[in-house]
């Protein structure tokens, strides 16, 4: 069965110093794409980056970078310079197939707080 | 361009009343997807449409949730007969088969509390 895990409940990091967000999942599909969502208070789960099982690359967006490791089934998120408003609950996800059909599941989330 | 939407954002309802929350998916957008998140947990899958077609309901938790999209576009999730354990926030997603990735884009949710 597809499972992801976070074993992070919380972190807190200083202000300008990189992070990086756990992240394993279990899935016996060749097929799969991996997800980071933050979700602030306000409660909006907003798309920070995406990662497919067949991307030879690891997958960057701004200050965000996805350490995909294949063989061990990991797919990390690094945030660079963190700032106060990276604050917040994050998600790493799973989607296994590439249809837009299928579903995503969650992990339990990690709290990130940034001390200024 | 205007992200999804949600409405209401808040919903309180009396243990036993029915509830209609609305989402409005990203213009062109034919799938759509319902969650719901507990306090404190991932959202987990409720149900599935692509245009309006509801092509996967394995998610929905009792027969007391229902959900339509009859014309494509707007969803609405109906949850009859509430109980306090439906308290919950309930998102609701989009996505488009040409988008890379083919990523899920969330509104902000409807919370729900059931008293």
């Known amino acids: 069965a597809q499972k992801i895990t976070q074993t992070q409940p919380g972190m807190f990091v200083q202000e300008k110093e990189a992070v990086t967000l756990d992240c394993t999942y279990d899935?016996?599909?060749?097929?799969?794409?991996l997800f980071w969502y933050k979700q602030p208070s306000s409660g909006e789960m907003i798309f920070l980056i995406y990662q497919g099982s067949y991307d030879q690359q690891n997958a960057t967006e701004g200050r965000y970078s996805l350490n995909f490791q294949k063989a061990r089934k990991s797919a990390n998120l690094v945030i660079s310079a963190s700032q106060l408003g990276d604050s917040a609950m994050y998600f790493c996800?799973?989607?296994?197939?590439?249809?837009?059909?299928?579903?995503?599941?969650f992990g339990s989330g990690t709290r990130l707080s940034i001390r200024p | 361009g205007a992200g999804v939407s949600q409405s209401p954002r808040y919903k309180v309802a009396k243990r036993g009343q029915d509830v209609a929350l609305r989402c409005d998916p990203i213009?062109?957008?034919?799938?759509l997807f319902w969650y719901q998140q507990a306090l404190g947990q991932g959202p987990e899958f409720l149900t599935y449409?692509?245009?309006?077609?509801?092509?996967?309901k394995s998610g929905l938790p009792s027969d007391r949730f229902f959900a339509e999209r009859p014309e494509g576009s707007v969803s609405t999730l109906k949850i009859q007969r509430t109980q306090q354990e439906d308290s919950a926030v309930y998102l609701c997603?989009?996505?488009?088969?040409?988008?890379?990735?083919?990523?899920?884009?969330f509104g902000p949710g409807t919370r729900l509390t059931v008293l």
């Open positions: 899935t016996s599909d060749p097929s799969y794409g």
């Open positions: 213009s062109g957008h034919v799938s």
């Open positions: 997603a989009s996505s488009s088969t040409s988008s890379s990735g083919d990523t899920q884009y």
């Open positions: 996800a799973m989607r296994w197939g590439y249809s837009s059909a299928s579903k995503i599941i």
């Open positions: 449409f692509q245009n309006e077609a509801q092509l996967d």
